[in-house]
């Protein structure tokens, strides 16, 4: 089945540190990947859509200068948390759709997630 | 717009009891549904999804849900449940649409807990 790599699993880092976290689709090729934060006991929030060799697509009240995201190849696309604060500790996930694959139905593959948290 | 509730935040149960996990939706346009169910620090797995035809859809680990348009709701069931279906469930919702990417918008989620 279609999997979806994410790196590192847990990350602990200082206040003021940018981290970066990897999204690998390992058997197909994405041109669209997606990036969510989830609060504890809350459901997921869609940060922004990104899009292989072109701009992300942020949603409304995600920074994009905070939150950077690099969608380079068909099978990688990395989120940089800049200047990390307390504030931006949560669980990360990001997820993939098969280029090949059209239509809303079509479901998404998620990775594992990253719990990220800033000291 | 869309958005989905999930009334229960926590479901606790019995194992080998039945259980019903509620989502309802709301949307001005035709929808697909989705459960998905994410155990402890990990991604989110499809169980099952509805897109069209027989409202009862049965997916993956012995789960099943029913659509009903007319009350906007899309429950999840399983009518015995094992100790490692302790996890968050959640509900999902996308327009209906042939091209191009939608939006899944989720709901709170609901913690199933399942004691033996």
């Known amino acids: 089945g279609a999997v979806v790599s994410q790196h590192p699993s847990r990350v602990i880092c200082k206040s003021g540190t940018s981290v970066k976290i990897e999204c690998r689709s390992l058997?197909?090729?994405?041109?669209?990947m997606f990036w969510y934060r989830q609060f504890p006991k809350k459901s997921l929030m869609l940060m922004a859509t990104s899009n292989e060799g072109s701009k992300a697509t942020y949603e409304q009240g995600v920074e994009k200068d905070k939150f950077l995201i690099n969608h380079a190849s068909l099978t990688l696309s990395t989120l940089t948390v800049t200047s990390a604060h307390p504030e931006d500790s949560s669980f990360y996930i990001c997820s993939a759709r098969d280029f090949r694959t059209q239509g809303a139905h079509q479901p998404q593959h998620f990775g594992d997630g990253t719990r990220l948290s800033i000291l | 717009a869309q958005s989905v509730t999930q009334l229960d935040s926590q479901v606790p149960v019995f194992e080998e009891a039945p259980v019903e996990l509620r989502c309802n939706y709301s949307?001005?346009?035709?929808?697909?549904l989705f459960w998905y169910v994410q155990y402890p620090n990990q991604g989110l797995q499809l169980l099952l999804k509805y897109l069209s035809g027989s409202t009862l859809v049965k997916g993956i680990n012995g789960f099943e849900a029913e659509f009903n348009k007319s009350q906007t709701s899309f429950h999840l069931r399983k009518p015995s449940v094992h100790i490692s279906d302790t996890a968050e469930y959640f509900c999902a919702v996308t327009p209906r649409g042939n091209t191009g990417f939608q939006k899944l918008v989720f709901g709170t989620g609901t913690r199933l807990l399942v004691s033996p």
């Open positions: 058997d197909f090729q994405a041109t669209t």
């Open positions: 949307s001005s346009v035709s929808v697909y």
